[in-house]
């Protein structure tokens, strides 16, 4: 089969004697893919047999994978004109940790932006134990951060030396010139007494010592300098394979990872607002089990990502695993629906989407079958009944792409450890 660049290819129609394909052109994958269905209804087969005609295309594309297996397949399956197009991001090779940092490199007009999704990632993961004022803290703690120059060297280990350590308190407040955020150092926190002090940060010393704690975590999210570049990825046509197998961050700090790093995608979207929309270059975010790195932040992606050349393909199992404000956010703004074969509460809450078709095709559909409300140059078609395309070509370029990250991209695990031990075992700050 020869790809044509401009198109992604989906399916086959059912109803068709000869294979007639479904496809995507460029300007409509803008509108977004949804694809919701049933464990092992067919979902990772299509997000894969799509990213593959991604590679073979020379697109640009990152693709965040909870569970390892697709990304695992993925890397060997690089051409080798592509290798060094590959950045693989894999927390359990901790022996060559890449370094990531979201407080580096922000724009200052985009300083809140990123303040506030940080405190959404953060919100998402400890929601059971938020509350106003740790979020006011941090978001204060964070807003101050941000503005310490980035030539000094701070990471998101920071945070709980920013709440405990006066001297480098001094420091970067000295560097801040928010007029809130000063206000807040200077005035609200200096008038907390010790017992106040301590009841307030209390809280989140105790979650930020979470990661801290997690070498994995702590030897990724401590570099003070990213390893690798997001806005060159995007901007270039590269590819960015997370790995984000739980086995070695365990759930609460996968996801986080994850929020993380899909809130920096679209911060570095965000900053295409000053390059002329011509210019822009398509670039397409893949993230399987979306729903655990969504934050309240994400409705916003979905409507905005568009005219930063940002598409989405978001895959997940049920409606269920959605806030009510996510899911119309998805369904409002989301112009191509893949649906596998769904549940009855599933099916009749998308009857509405998938009409003349009934929830009968929903439920009864085989595995690989799917129905398809899409969008063609511009505009929404009636849902389609399709046979879903396996392609795979394991090429063996596993071992060259891991190889390529940890020489390009990746630290050497003793270097980094020996320096975060440097830096928070400082106490001479000036």
């Known amino acids: 089969m020869n790809f044509n660049e401009e198109q992604l290819y989906i399916g086959t129609l059912k109803a068709a004697v000869n294979d007639r394909w479904l496809s995507l052109s460029q300007e409509d994958r803008r509108r977004h893919m949804y694809v919701i269905g049933q464990t092992g209804s067919g979902k990772s087969t299509l997000l894969n047999s799509c990213i593959l005609q991604d590679i073979l295309t020379d697109r640009g594309f990152a693709f965040i994978d909870p569970h390892g297996d697709s990304a695992e397949l993925i890397i060997d399956s690089i051409p080798k004109h592509r290798i060094r197009d590959v950045v693989y991001f894999n927390p359990a090779d901790t022996d060559f940790p890449l370094g990531f940092n979201p407080l580096r490199g922000v724009p200052k007009h985009l300083h809140a932006t990123a303040t506030a999704n940080l405190i959404a990632a953060f919100r998402s993961i400890w929601r059971e134990f938020w509350g106003p004022r740790m979020e006011h803290v941090l978001s204060n703690t964070i807003a101050a951060l941000m503005e310490y120059p980035d030539n000094l060297g701070i990471s998101l280990l920071a945070i709980p030396k920013m709440l405990t350590d006066e001297r480098f308190r001094r420091r970067v407040i000295r560097h801040v010139k928010d007029p809130v955020v000063l206000a807040f150092w200077q005035e609200e926190f200096a008038r907390y007494d010790q017992r106040q ?4 940060i209390s809280p989140i010393l105790n979650k930020m010592g979470a990661f801290a704690r997690n070498p994995a975590m702590r030897n990724i999210l401590g570099q003070s300098k ?5 806005s060159y990825i995007m901007d270039n046509r590269k590819i960015l394979i997370v790995n984000l197998s739980k086995g070695v961050l365990g759930e609460d700090m996968t996801n986080l990872l994850g929020s993380l790093l899909v809130c920096a995608i679209q911060q570095e979207a965000m900053k295409r607002a000053s390059v002329p929309e011509e210019e822009r270059e398509d670039f397409h975010l893949y993230i399987d089990e979306f729903q655990n790195f969504t934050t309240d932040a994400f409705d916003s992606i979905v409507s905005e990502a568009r005219k930063y050349r940002l598409s989405l393909i978001i895959a997940h199992q049920y409606l269920d695993q959605l806030t009510d ?4 956010a998805i369904l409002g703004n989301v112009g191509n629906l893949v649906m596998f074969t769904l549940g009855g ?12 078709f009934n929830t009968q095709t929903l439920r009864e559909q085989a595995r690989g079958e799917m129905l398809v409300r899409y969008i063609e140059n511009g505009i929404s078609k009636e849902p389609q009944l399709l046979k879903g395309i396996q392609l795979e070509q394991r090429i063996g370029s596993r071992d060259s792409v891991i190889k390529n990250s940890q020489t390009r991209f990746g630290k050497p695990r003793a270097k980094v450890e020996a320096k975060l031990h440097r830096w928070l075992n400082n106490h001479n700050y000036g």
């Not at 404000?325 to 119309?328: A, G």
Request: charged share 30%.
């Open 345 to 356: 509460g599933d099916a009749e809450a998308l009857a509405v989407e998938i009409k003349p």
């Open 325 to 328: 404000q996510i899911r119309k």
């Open 197 to 200: 002090r301590s009841e307030i």
């Open 226 to 230: 990213n390893t690798f570049n997001l």
